[in-house]
């Protein structure tokens, strides 16, 4: 199944981009690139969502991109996570 939130991409003062979910409360990455923040944040948000649907299976709702407001720097960007919830499903 596909899961898709918005993130946060932030360049720190090291040069490092902090990533950061709004919806997936302590759901953050950083990476030293933007290609490799992209993928930590997706590594990030499966590690998240797999656990919240093991405990709960409640997810939060998605807030709209237009709708996030943004630091000076930081830019926003859907970022879409595919999760198999149980063996053989989506093969």
């Known amino acids: 199944m596909k ?4 993130a946060v991409f932030k360049k720190d003062s090291s040069g490092i981009i ?3 979910f709004p919806d ?7 990476g030293a690139t933007m290609e490799d923040a992209v993928d930590q944040a997706k590594e990030a948000e499966i590690a998240w ?9 409640d997810l939060p709702p ?5 709708d996030i407001v943004l630091e000076d720097g930081a830019v926003v960007q859907n970022v879409a996570a595919t999760i198999r919830l149980s063996e053989g499903y989506d093969e």
């Open 49 to 57: 969502i797999s656990l919240e649907l093991e405990e709960s299976f």
């Open 3 to 6: 899961f898709v939130y918005p």
């Open 18 to 20: 902090q990533v950061t």
């Open 24 to 30: 997936l409360d302590g759901c953050h990455a950083q």
């Open 62 to 66: 998605r807030t709209r991109l237009e």
